[in-house]
């Protein structure tokens, strides 16, 4: 009885450790997977979570993007999950490959890059301050960042 009762533990541990759940961002506490810095901004944070169930946290979406570069692998991967952190719900994860993004002189994202996420076009372009700002979908932000 005692094998049976470790053999369902066992069994138990490893369904929750392989499971593919996006995981909550601990603001202050996690660290940025590209740049090491501390997660602090709600607007801009971003996640990405692997087929495998590995949990990446960024503190932006163009550290998310840069990290993607140095593992193509992990971008490649048709069962990755992207998420991003939007402008509008500051800590709401949402597909990243969904949204829209718009860089812009008056988000002052973490890294500098000036890039905030939208869930539509819509949203994106009405927040447009000026004639410099440049609107991305998911592939063109990945890209140019």
Same mark, same amino acid.
């Given at each position: 009885?005692?094998?049976?009762?470790?053999?369902?533990?066992?069994?138990?541990?490893?369904?929750?450790?392989c499971?593919?759940?996006?995981?909550?961002?601990?603001?202050?506490?996690?660290?940025?997977?590209?740049c090491?810095?501390?997660?602090?901004?709600?607007?801009?944070?971003?996640?990405?979570?692997?087929?495998?169930?590995?949990?990446?946290?960024?503190?932006?979406?163009?550290?998310? @993007?840069?990290?993607? +570069?140095?593992?193509?692998?992990? =971008?490649? /991967?048709?069962? $990755?999950?992207? !998420?991003?952190?939007?402008?509008?719900?500051?800590?709401?994860?949402?597909?990243?490959q969904?949204?829209?993004?718009?860089?812009?002189?008056?988000?002052?994202?973490?890294?500098?890059?000036?890039?905030? @996420?939208?869930?539509? +076009?819509?949203?994106?372009t009405? =927040?447009? /301050?000026?004639? $410099?700002?440049? !609107?991305?979908?998911w592939?063109?932000?990945?890209?140019?960042?």
């Open positions: 009885m005692k094998i049976l009762a470790l053999f369902a533990i066992a069994v138990l541990f490893l369904i929750v450790s499971s593919r759940e996006p995981q909550p961002i601990q603001y202050g506490k996690d660290a940025c997977a590209h090491r810095m501390t997660i602090m901004d709600k607007r801009f944070a971003a996640e990405i979570v692997t087929p495998k169930g590995k949990v990446f946290k960024f503190d932006a979406a163009e550290c998310m @993007a840069a990290y993607l +570069k140095t593992e193509p692998q992990i =971008a490649a /991967d048709q069962n $990755t999950i992207f !998420l991003v952190c939007t402008y509008n719900k500051p800590g709401v994860l949402v597909n990243a969904n949204c829209y993004f718009l860089s812009d002189g008056i988000f002052k994202s973490p890294m500098g890059g000036n890039l905030a @996420a939208f869930i539509s +076009k819509e949203r994106a009405t =927040a447009i /301050d000026s004639k $410099t700002a440049k !609107l991305y979908n592939p063109e932000m990945l890209k140019t960042r």
